[in-house]
């Protein structure tokens, strides 16, 4: 025990001089300080000082960050490593009979599969590129909050992403699994109707939006109102359309959405309140975990497991229902009643979507990593069913949210409430 | 200028245990023991009011025998006038932290 105190103070005195300059002097105060402490309590008053004075001086945003482009770098190294090595798989293989197949001697390799997995690996080498440059531009998107819950959403739900796509390339790779039916060409119109889509609907939607509800209170006077706002709500509705029907074609799209949505609603921008991040992320990781748990190889699927149709009934439609009531009347504290009817409505929604979504994607990346390195089998019938689970579970959370969110706003309302009819509270 | 909800409880107890002893040079170990906290949440309020103008350190003058040299903290002239309000407005929350939790890492406080 004391070669490892040893140790952790030799080391703690090697860290002095990391610190910057400015700050450095404040390390050696510390250090300087140890001296006086008994020994028993010498470690920690080392140890606690210097971490506090390092972040202090931004020395662990910064590890952090080089942390994470060295985590970038090692997922891009591997897409490089899986296009230069191209997709071998088994001839006759079908990814159901998994692990019965072998890949080894005389493998073939199939071209559509190569495709497949290629536009995959880049789609994650542009994904690496892009998310730092787009997250820290200000913006609908950018930069990320200053509370703790959007920083560690931002970085969970990307990092979760990008292991996804690099599971999809490496399940295209080894699984030889017929992911992106949608040819090179589709795929790319798709995407960029998306990210137009993605982009330019907050920038519109918090210009006009205003408008558009004047508008249906019959508020707009003025002709040019009167024709531009339906046009705009048109246009609106009709590429809310077009974007759902790529979001249910390509799965390139539906990955373009969950990055939009987890930097919309982390941004500095954003008005959702921290604990309704928690609260929907909290409960979309352990709807994810039971659903992986329930779907565990050898269980078998909706048919034959009686497991899974009350996990996916009940279970997950419950914890967004849960999370969305909890993030709802976490905002009924404020004085204005029609903010305070917006804000309960869209913590709802948000917390909702973000069970959703949170849930679907840590089922899909579970199932199929599990599919890809331990070589197990699911008894899903094919990908699909779980890039379905992707779309439509946030959608089913936003349904589920929006719902609890104005029934709470409902409840609250008519509860008499001892500072007021509207039980106008403190604000926070 | 500083807003009073920037002065923590554990700050006011920092700036009471400095204000006991004006113009006296104290190290660093020597107000933790006097404030009950911990290295962790001392060395960043004492960093935090350097920054602020209220607080000037300096190293021990002479190299001691058998131990570093120590680093010395008091409150300038700003400090004492600053602290001398911020006491005064939050009396309750300047008392020592010493009172709340009563060790320091395991260590019993010197009696203020």
């Known amino acids: ?428 | 200028m500083v807003r009073d909800r920037d002065f923590s409880e554990q700050t006011l107890s920092v700036l009471t245990a400095l204000r006991s002893r004006p113009g006296t040079w104290r190290h660093g170990y020597d107000l933790a023991r006097e404030t009950g906290l911990k290295s962790g949440t001392l060395y960043p309020i004492l960093i935090r009011l350097a920054d602020r103008g209220l607080l000037e350190s300096c190293w021990e003058g002479e190299q001691p025998a058998g131990r570093p040299r120590r680093h010395l903290y008091r409150l300038t002239s700003d400090g004492l006038a600053r602290s001398k309000e911020v006491l005064i407005e939050a009396p309750a929350l300047a008392r020592p932290a010493t009172k709340r939790r009563r060790t320091v890492g395991g260590i019993a406080p010197r009696e203020a």
């Open chain 1, 1 to 428: 025990m004391d070669r490892l105190n040893r140790a952790i103070m030799t080391l703690a005195r090697c860290s002095v001089r990391v610190v910057p300059a400015e700050r450095r002097e404040w390390a050696e105060a510390v250090w300087a300080e140890a001296g006086e402490v008994p020994d028993h309590r010498r470690l920690s008053w080392v140890a606690g000082g210097l971490w506090r004075v390092a972040r202090e001086a931004g020395i662990v945003r910064r590890i952090a960050y080089w942390l994470a482009i060295a985590a970038l770098a090692v997922g891009a190294a591997e897409v490089v490593s899986l296009i230069w090595r191209g997709a071998a798989v088994a001839p006759g293989f079908r990814p159901i009979s998994w692990p019965t197949s072998s890949l080894g001697a005389g493998v073939y390799v199939d071209p559509h599969t190569t495709g497949e997995f290629r536009s995959l690996a880049i789609a994650t080498v542009v994904l690496l590129v892009a998310l730092p440059w787009i997250a820290r531009r200000r913006g609908a998107f950018g930069p990320v909050s200053d509370s703790s819950a959007a920083r560690v959403v931002r970085v969970g739900g990307c990092a979760g992403i990008c292991v996804l796509v690099l599971v999809l390339a490496r399940q295209a790779e080894t699984l030889g699994e017929d992911l992106a039916a949608v040819p090179w060409s589709e795929n790319a119109v798709l995407l960029g109707v998306t990210i137009t889509y993605l982009t330019v609907i907050p920038l519109t939607a918090r210009r006009w939006f205003p408008g558009v509800v004047a508008m249906h209170r019959g508020e707009a006077t003025t002709l040019r109102e009167e024709i531009q706002y339906p046009v705009l709500e048109f246009l609106v509705l009709g590429g809310g359309l077009v974007l759902f029907v790529a979001l249910l074609s390509s799965v390139w799209c539906l990955i373009a959405a969950y990055v939009a949505g987890i930097l919309a609603v982390t941004a500095r921008g954003s008005r959702v309140a921290p604990t309704t991040l928690v609260y929907g992320a909290g409960a979309g990781v352990a709807g994810g975990l039971i659903l992986y748990g329930a779907t565990w190889p050898g269980r078998g699927f909706l048919d034959s497991n009686p497991l899974l149709p009350p996990v996916v009934i009940v279970v997950l439609p419950a914890m967004m229902l849960g999370a969305s009531v909890a993030a709802a009347r976490r905002v009924l504290r404020r004085s204005d009643p029609e903010a305070l009817r917006r804000e309960a409505w869209r913590e709802g929604l948000v917390a909702g979507a973000l069970t959703g979504g949170v849930a679907a994607l840590l089922i899909t990346t579970l199932i199929l990593g599990t599919m890809v390195i331990l070589h197990r089998q699911f008894p899903a019938p094919t990908t699909e069913a779980y890039f379905s689970l992707a779309l439509f579970s946030p959608l089913i959370g936003m349904l589920i949210g929006s719902t609890a969110g104005w029934r709470a706003d409902a409840t609250h309302r008519r509860t008499p409430q001892p500072d007021g009819p509207l039980g106008v509270l403190s604000d926070d």
